[in-house]
Antibody
Framework: QVQLVESGGGVVQPGRSLRLSCAAS????????MHWVRQAPGKGLDWVAA????????YYADSVKGRFLITRDNSKNTLYLQMNSLRADDTAVYHC???????????WGQGSLVTVSS | IVMTQSPATLSVSPGERATLSCRAS??????LAWYQQKPGQAPRLLIY???TRATGIPARFSGSGSETEFTLTISSLESEDFAVYYC??????????FGQGTKVEIK
């Protein structure tokens, strides 16, 4: 079955960087677009970034544009989110999610907690 | 597109019907999905295309609506249905946008 497992979260100071990973299994990773969606503590879901199946197109929320970079390595079945210039309001659980034809999010990982604090 | 859900919290007894609303700030046709999220868990896709149940979703969950007004109905609440529910539009992207969620709690 589809499995998405995030890693790389932790506590980081404002202005520093962090890279999240999402290991995918149970499906043909290279055939699917992928997303990152975050959830601040006690808050709702907030889409962050998307990448098409071949990495040819990427999209970002305005709040992270220019600071975050979404990439993928189809040979390793892994999705990444490079987060730079982190701010306190980036504190959240970051979920990776599998895309269905640029529409809904079919499958989700449990998430990785990122805390930005001095 | 801004998605607005109501109510923020819905108190329902087991076995009763729950009706959750989602409104889009502009027409999204039927490009709407619903998700369920339990504490500490990942969201789970329930409904797409406004009314099509995802694989494995029980028939007590139903979705309706189009354009700007949508409803998720749980016909007879079971204990495992108490959770937070989110709607999400995919008509115009980026960004893909979610409602703020409705918490269904035990009355």
């Amino acid at each position: 079955q589809v499995q998405l497992v995030e890693s790389g979260g932790g506590v980081v100071q404002p202005g520093r960087s962090l890279r999240l990973s999402c290991a995918a299994s149970g499906f043909t990773f290279r055939s699917y677009g992928m997303h990152w969606v975050r959830q601040a503590p006690g808050k709702g879901l907030d889409w962050v970034a998307a990448i098409w199946h071949d990495g040819g197109k990427t999209y970002y929320a305005d709040s992270v544009k220019g600071r975050f970079l979404i990439t993928r390595d189809n040979s390793k079945n892994t999705l990444y989110l490079q987060m730079n210039s982190l701010r306190a309001d980036d504190t959240a659980v970051y979920h990776c999610a599998r895309d269905f034809h640029q529409s809904w999010f079919e499958s989700w990982g449990q998430g990785s907690l990122v805390t930005v604090s001095s | 597109i801004v998605m607005t859900q109501s109510p923020a919290t819905l108190s329902v007894s087991p076995g009763e019907r729950a009706t959750l609303s989602c409104r889009a700030s502009q027409s999204i046709s039927s490009n709407l999905a619903w998700y369920q999220q339990k504490p500490g868990q990942a969201p789970r896709l329930l409904i797409y295309g406004a009314s099509t149940r995802a694989t494995g979703i029980p028939a007590r969950f139903s979705g309706s609506g189009s354009e700007t007004e949508f409803t998720l109905t749980i016909s007879s609440l079971e204990s495992e249905d108490f959770a937070v529910y989110y709607c999400q539009q995919y008509k115009n992207w980026p960004p893909w946008t979610f409602g703020q969620g409705t918490k269904v709690e035990i009355k």
